[in-house]
């Protein structure tokens, strides 16, 4: 069993930054990819962004040149780096990793950009 706990989320205004962070209870070394999800008021949930194993990133287009995602693997942690944010950005964000057999789903952070 695997808890993931995401953090970083809060208030900012739009073209501002915000880090989220996903702790891992137990180590991601095998993790077979890891990824950053969001879902907005009335809307279905959306791939933000992911990262294989390997390092390989994938990103959504519309956060594409202003989202940046990484993986520590000595700190069990993924995080995502959010530059320019706009308020089409707000959205409860959630942190998914998938091993070989299960995948797992933290309990989302609240990110909310607005003047």
């Known amino acids: 069993q695997v808890q993931l706990v995401e953090s970083g989320g809060g208030l900012v205004q739009p073209g501002g930054s915000l880090r989220l962070s996903c702790a891992a209870s137990r180590s991601i070394f095998n993790f077979a990819a890891m990824g950053w999800y969001r879902q907005a008021p009335g809307k279905e949930r959306e791939l933000v962004a992911s990262?294989?194993?390997?390092?390989?990133?994938s990103y959504a287009e519309s956060v594409k040149g202003r989202f940046t995602i990484s993986r520590d693997n000595a700190k069990n942690a993924l995080y995502l780096q959010m530059n320019s944010l706009e308020p089409e950005d707000t959205a409860v964000y959630y942190c998914k990793a998938n091993t070989l057999v299960k995948v797992y789903w933290g309990q989302g952070t609240q990110v909310t950009v607005s003047s």
């Open positions: 990262i294989t194993s390997g390092g390989t990133t």
